[in-house]
Structures are given as structure tokens and as C-alpha cells.
């Protein structure tokens, strides 16, 4: 973690780092924890980046205004899964979809909240875990995620049935995650950031714990493959893999991404993907 996750670090008593594993249970209740403590200094940070009613879908800056990977949005029923303080689906309804923002944080949704007041764009609003969504099925047109949720559920798979569940036969479910790759280096955007030092294959959770050996963060690793086949195994096709390439002129440090770490390899991974029908 860099030094911008200070103040939820201490917060929380954050004693350390191992590589454990950490089943469904341990990581909704860290990452609920975590996110509520580090919403003020995540906005305070990203908050201008990613705006108030804007859908950016990753630290390169790639736009769903320009990138259309939800296809047109206007009259559909669109679930943003992690939403955080939910720009992304601000930015859905602002274009005419009927937008539903969820997220475990409250902290996160405080910032939702706040924006929604201050936009007059008024999103619901829902707090609960990607794995266990509080709708019925068939209750959307679109499923999308920006960064939100699914690298920090232990069971992916577990999301996908979950949101192949609440979607319509056909239905797109884009999202974008950490690229698999960046897993083997240190997240750190600069020099040390480009030499591995852990395997590809090595799917040890990363977790965070305080002093009493508590997990305070935890984050899942996939490869490209094992989200291939989640996706194959819950009803999904794969569409697209976009892999952004980094912005000429973009100098923007974003925690692990940089300029330096862009030109040299991707950072981002978004799964275009569709429920059969």
C-alpha cells in the first residue's frame, strides 16, 4: 500500500502483511472495513480524476463516453457493481439508463450519498456484497464494474453466478479489474515496480492484518484463465479482452500505475463479456 492509505492503516492497526488464504466471510468483513476507512482519502486523492457524474473505467483514463462498451444505455435497467461513490452510474442515468449503484462500504456510499445531493443526480443506492445481491432474478438489462468488487470476493465465481442471476438472457456484463500480470511485481509505480519477485501462478490472497493477526485488507489474485473459465462456467461469453494502452501525455500516477509502468506494460484488464441467452 502507498503512503495516500496512511490514515485508514493506522485506523485500522494495520501490523503487517501475509500471504494466507482468506475464505467469503473474513473478506467482506475486511474490505468492508477497509474501504470505510480509506473512502476519505480515496476521494480526497481520485476524487477529481474521476469526477462527481463521469464513467472512467480505469487509471489510463479510458471512458465509457468514448468507449461504448455498454452499447446504448438509455431506458436500460443497469446494475454498477462496487460502485464506490458511484460516478459511473451517475453518469449512466445523466445518458438515460435506470442506474442502481451497489456497494459493501458504507463509507463508500456516504461519498455517494454526498455527490448525489450535490449533482442532483440521485442514484439508489445499495450496501451489500457482489457475492450475495439483494435482487431478484432477471432484474437487470446491464451489469458493469469499474474496479469495484471483484478482486476483493474470494470466490469470483461466486459474483458471476450472482450477477448472471439478476441479468436478462443477453444481457452485457463489463468490468474492469487489475491486469492479471501486475500481480508477479511490487506495486510500486516506479523502478522497483518492473522486476518480478512472485509467481503468475501463485494465488495466495494478499492480505493485511493488525496486531491481533486480523485480516484489515484482502485482495484475491486470478489469472487471465481462471476468469475465462469462471466466466464459461456461470453462462457467460467472452466478447473482448481490452487491454488499455497508456495515453500519450497522461501523467497521471495512479497508486501502482504510471507513466513508466504504462508504456511497458498493461495495467488494467476489462472482460467484455454477455449472458447466453
Known amino acids: 500500500m502507498s503512503n495516500q492509505h496512511a490514515s485508514a492503516e493506522q485506523a485500522l492497526g494495520t501490523a503487517g502483511i501475509v500471504k494466507r488464504g482468506a475464505d467469503a466471510a473474513e473478506s467482506r468483513v475486511a474490505n468492508r472495513i477497509w474501504w470505510d476507512a480509506d473512502a476519505d482519502d480515496y476521494h480526497d486523492t481520485h476524487g477529481d480524476f474521476l469526477g462527481a457524474a463521469d464513467f472512467v473505467w480505469c ?9 461504448r462498451f455498454l452499447g446504448e444505455v438509455a431506458g436500460q435497467r443497469i446494475l454498477e457493481v462496487g460502485a464506490g461513490s458511484a460516478p459511473c452510474a451517475r453518469w449512466l442515468k445523466v445518458n438515460g439508463a435506470n442506474a442502481t449503484a451497489l456497494d459493501i462500504s458504507e463509507g463508500m456510499l456516504r461519498h455517494a450519498r454526498e455527490n448525489n445531493a450535490k449533482t442532483g443526480i440521485d442514484v439508489p443506492l445499495v450496501q451489500a456484497s457482489a457475492d450475495q445481491l439483494p435482487f431478484r432474478d432477471g432484474s437487470f438489462d446491464a451489469a458493469c464494474s469499474a474496479f469495484g468488487a471483484v478482486p476483493f470476493v ?115 484488464a476489462i472482460f467484455r463479456t454477455r449472458l447466453t441467452s
Do not use: C
Open 59 to 67: 487509471p489510463e483514463g479510458l471512458r465509457e463516453e468514448d468507449s
Open 154 to 268: 474470494a470466490n469470483v465465481q461466486e459474483v458471476f453466478s450472482e450477477v448472471a442471476r439478476v441479468l436478462r438472457p443477453g444481457a452485457p456484463w463489463v468490468f474492469a479489474v487489475n491486469h492479471p500480470m501486475r500481480w508477479i511485481f511490487p506495486d510500486d509505480p516506479g523502478p522497483l515496480g518492473l522486476t518480478v519477485t512472485q509467481s503468475y501462478f501463485d494465488r495466495t490472497p494478499y492480505v493485511e492484518v493488525d496486531g491481533e493477526g486480523h485480516a484489515v485488507y484482502v485482495e484475491h489474485h486470478r489469472t487471465l484463465g481462471d476468469y475465462v473459465r469462471a466466466l464459461k462456467n456461470t453462462g457467460f461469453v467472452l466478447e473482448d479482452l481490452v487491454e488499455p494502452e497508456w495515453p500519450k501525455g497522461h501523467t497521471r500516477n495512479w497508486g501502482q500505475w504510471s507513466p513508466l509502468r504504462g508504456k511497458l506494460f498493461p495495467g488494467t
